[in-house]
């Protein structure tokens, strides 16, 4: 009984081993939210319209040696996008933009990162917002600077994809469809590229 016992309980240390090592690599990486930013700019008209999000947060797990095993995820909270204009940034929580109280945070779930060049990766993962989810593939370029590592890109998404801007705002020639999500991200933890 005594024998058969054993190996049992050396995997269930092994596994507890493994998962605490696991968790530790996300709680070694945490984002630093005052050096980071999450911008998107959208063309009103064919004029370049700068917004960003002013509360987001990151779960990563990254490391440079084996980036097929490290992960991403982020959350971010629409409730908090603002294009500095008092009377647009009321109208954004609104159902036929953002619908802030049906979905309050858009989100985005790494699925492969692969190294692409020295610093350069691409991050493919579902992007989720407003209840819709497309697969995206995220260009990300990492630099580093003492302790803090800085993941920057851009990518573009359809907002019609997503069904922000509803209804008369479906009009491309007033909102162009396309809009740029800019991001740099700093972050802490993250080991010697």
């Known amino acids: 009984m005594m024998q058969s016992s054993f190996p049992r309980l050396a995997g269930m240390a092994l596994a507890g081993a493994a998962l605490l090592a696991a968790g530790s690599a996300f709680a070694q990486q945490k984002l630093v939210p005052e050096q ?4 998107f700019v959208s063309k009103q008209m064919g004029v370049p319209v700068e917004g960003r999000f002013k509360k987001f947060d990151a779960q990563v797990a990254f490391d440079p040696a084996k980036p097929a095993t490290s992960k991403v995820a982020f959350t971010v909270d629409t409730g908090s996008a603002t294009l500095g204009v008092k009377e647009t940034d009321a109208e954004l929580p609104k159902p036929v933009w953002f619908n802030v109280p049906k979905f309050p ?3 985005f779930q790494s699925s492969a990162i692969k190294a692409v060049g020295a610093g350069k990766y691409e991050v493919a993962g579902k992007l989720s917002i407003k209840g819709a989810a497309q697969d995206v593939v995220v260009p990300v370029t990492l ?3 003492g302790a ?3 993941a920057a890109g851009s990518f573009a998404i359809k907002r019609l994809a997503f069904k922000i801007g509803e209804n008369e705002w479906a009009d491309t020639s007033m909102v162009a469809d396309e809009v740029q999500v800019k991001f740099k991200l700093a972050l802490t933890g993250v080991p010697k590229l």
């Open 36 to 39: 980071s930013e999450i911008v």
């Open 105 to 107: 945070q858009a989100t």
């Open 143 to 145: 630099t580093q600077s």
């Open 148 to 150: 803090i590592t800085t």
